[in-house]
């Protein structure tokens, strides 16, 4: 619980400063956002059985696969880009 409090404090923040031009509209999509996969993801688990926590397991690691991935992709920490770059 502590990892998710940090989490997503950590990313309404980052969504907020990108959006900051349109506050509201960059807090509507960040909790649409949530809502949707809530929506997408709890039927999946409970399709694939209640007698065990395997299935949400799974759907936990895939969750996390994702997101290393989509940091991998999309925020590239190789390049430091942005207000962590040494001076040249």
Do not use: D, K, N
């Not at 895939?62 to 925020?75: E, I, Q, R, S, Y």
């Amino acid at each position: 619980m502590f990892g998710i409090g940090l989490t997503i404090t950590s990313t309404y923040t980052l969504g907020q400063a990108v959006g900051r031009h349109a506050a509201g509209g960059a807090s509507a999509v960040l909790g649409g956002g949530q809502f949707l996969l809530g929506a997408l993801v709890s039927p999946l688990v409970g399709a694939f059985g209640e007698s065990s926590p395997a299935p949400m397991a799974v759907i936990m690691v895939v969750g996390f696969g994702g997101a290393a991935a989509m940091l991998l992709l999309l925020a590239r920490p190789w390049q430091l880009r942005g207000e962590h770059r040494a001076a040249s």
